[in-house]
């Protein structure tokens, strides 16, 4: 499975933007879990949300009440749902579709959070 993350950018504090995590090959709901993780410059990568196939979902605290993610599997994309983004936000998102044993990672899409 590729997964091809989307739909960073450059917003003000406040803003909003939504990330998109597509299977270019394979399908998103034979994948147990898709979570995104982020990596700010000079900061070690880490969880900001996970959606698994049954729906459950799970945040980083920083995220609650913020973020969404949610799963299309007629799109066969996962969504990040990104209000009142804050400066602490500006990283690379990246997308990770996790099925036991395989492990599949994006490349990842900036987000820059800047006034």
């Known amino acids: 499975v590729q997964l091809v993350e989307s739909g960073g950018g450059l917003v003000q504090p406040g803003g909003s933007l939504r990330l998109s995590c597509a299977a270019s090959?394979?399908?998103?709901?034979?994948?147990?879990?898709i979570g995104w993780y982020r990596q700010a410059p000079g900061e070690a990568r880490e969880f900001v949300a996970l959606v698994r196939n049954d729906d459950t979902t799970r945040y980083v605290d920083s995220a609650k009440g913020r973020f969404t993610i949610s799963r299309d599997n007629v799109k066969n994309t996962v969504y990040l749902q990104m209000n009142n983004l804050q400066p602490e936000d500006t990283a690379t998102y990246y997308c990770r579709g996790t099925h036991y044993p395989n492990d599949y990672w994006g490349r990842g899409t900036q987000v820059t959070v800047s006034a």
């Open positions: 090959s394979g399908k998103i709901f034979d994948i147990r879990a």
